[in-house]
């Protein structure tokens, strides 16, 4: 399974949610985190811009941000998905990575129902094959409200929650991820039946 990860919106959380699903998808079978943005050798503490580095035994980092589109492209899809879970985060919903793995990947989007996010969603002209909504207390904005406007399914609805922002902060997210968080991105891994 190749999941790309990306939102229309800097800043809305893309990083940290590939993270914490490498981390669930970990708990499943052998995991590979392809990093484009840069930030996860900061998200798990590692050496900054180790070219591939391991978190757990079962997950490691691939940092391919400064490398080109088609080597990071190839690299990929000489990975086995039916024996592993590739994870990218690509940050933005342009990234050239998109277009080079669309017959092999499932671009998710990760959105906050945030009004601002939904009218880049519509400027950008294309959608993700699924969505990965994080909810703010307050927001007007319901999950259908985003269906309906993006025209693709939530998969997973992310609380966030104080505990994450506390476990990204203090380097937690390897050894305390926030349990919230990762029952809910379950769902966006399938099961060993369904991946086979």
């Known amino acids: 399974m190749i999941t790309i990860l990306s939102s229309p919106k800097p ?8 993270a914490l699903l490498a981390l669930t998808a970990a708990d499943d079978r052998p995991t590979i985190l392809v990093d484009l943005v840069g930030d996860q050798s900061h998200l798990f503490q590692m050496t900054p811009h180790a070219r591939l580095a391991f978190v757990t ?54 959105l906050r129902p945030c009004y601002l996010t939904l009218r880049r969603t519509v400027a950008i002209g ?7 909504l994080l909810s703010e207390l307050g927001r007007s904005l319901t999950a259908s409200d ?18 994450i922002a506390r476990a990204t902060d203090h380097g ?11 029952r809910a991105l379950r769902a966006v891994i399938p099961s060993d039946e369904a991946a086979a």
């Open 11 to 18: 800043g809305s959380g893309t990083s940290t949610t590939a």
């Open 57 to 110: 035994d079962r997950l490691e980092v691939i940092d391919a941000h400064t490398q080109p589109t088609e080597h990071t492209a190839d690299l990929i899809t000489a990975l086995n998905p039916s024996h592993y879970h590739v994870i990218i985060d690509a940050g933005i919903a342009d990234d050239p990575i998109h277009a080079s793995l669309e017959d092999v990947a499932t671009a998710t989007w990760v």
């Open 126 to 132: 294309r959608r993700p094959d699924q969505i990965i």
């Open 146 to 163: 985003v269906e309906h406007t993006i025209g693709a399914p939530i998969v997973a609805n992310v609380e966030v929650h104080p505990e």
């Open 172 to 182: 937690l997210l390897i050894g305390e991820p926030p349990r919230r968080a990762v």
